[in-house]
T-cell receptor, first 114, second 112 residues
Framework: SQTIHQWPATLVQPVGSPLSLECTVEGTSNPNLYWYRQAAGRGLQLLFYSVGIGQISSEVPQNLSASRPQDRQFILSSKKLLLSDSGFYLC?????????????FGPGTRLTVL | AQTVTQSQPEMSVQEAETVTLSCTYDTSESDYYLFWYKQPPSRQMILVIRQEAYKQQNATENRFSVNFQKAAKSFSLKISDSQLGDAAMYFCAYWSYSTLTFGKGTMLLVSP
């Protein structure tokens, strides 16, 4: 069966510090991968998605970036965090073939920028 | 761009009763999918039900059913025989061309 992992589970970082959140998927090959952010009182906002190694699409311009160094690894990064980067970050995956495939979400990372 | 609107920030229901959560969306596409996701306090996103836009029949999953009105761009979720475990944030979402757009959510409170 497929599983998706995210770490860390919680993170408290000062403004201006770097960020690296990791997401890995097990039990599947060549998945589509997604990064979402959920700010307080709001829905999920798609930040990035990837259909393959090194292929990243950005949905929202900001100081965050994403990378996919391996087939089942998706990393969200920032060189300098802003207060507005606080939120709950969710990684998701879906099967890459077919017209539509359900997205499966990871447990999330709660980021607090102080 | 597609938008999804959930006009009810919070809803309350008693156990065993029925509650309906509202969702409207805006799109110019004819083929798309609509979903309801549940996010309990654990924050794990769980798919509750899915509706394909080309299907006229409303989707049903056990106690969960939808009222899909394509012309009105409305997609409501009905929860029958509510249970304490149904308490969660519920998100309506629209899918087209590999991306999901979410509404802001409705918090469902269930009282004994």
């Amino acid at each position: 069966s497929q599983t998706i992992h995210q770490w860390p589970a919680t993170l408290v970082q000062p403004v201006g510090s770097p960020l690296s959140l990791e997401c890995t998927v097990e039990g599947t090959s060549n998945p589509n991968l997604y990064w979402y952010r959920q700010a307080a009182g709001r829905g999920l906002q798609l930040l990035f998605y990837s259909v393959g190694i090194g292929q990243i699409s950005s949905e929202v311009p900001q100081n965050l970036s994403a990378s996919r160094p391996q087939d089942r690894q998706f990393i969200l990064s920032s060189k300098k965090l802003l207060l507005s980067d606080s939120g709950f970050y969710l990684c998701a995956w879906s099967v890459s073939s077919g017209e539509y495939n359900e997205q499966f979400f990871g447990p999330g990372t709660r980021l607090t920028v102080l | 761009a597609q938008t999804v609107t959930q006009s009810q920030p919070e809803m309350s229901v008693q156990e065993a009763e029925t509650v309906t959560l509202s969702c409207t969306y805006d799109t110019s596409e004819s083929d798309y999918y609509l979903f309801w996701y549940k996010q309990p306090p654990s924050r794990q996103m769980i798919l509750v039900i899915r509706q394909e836009a080309y299907k006229q029949q409303n989707a049903t999953e056990n106690r969960f059913s939808v009222n899909f009105q394509k012309a009105a761009k409305s997609f409501s979720l009905k929860i029958s025989d509510s249970q304490l475990g149904d308490a969660a944030m519920y998100f309506c979402a629209y899918w087209s061309y590999s991306t999901l757009t979410f509404g802001k959510g409705t918090m469902l409170l269930v009282s004994p």
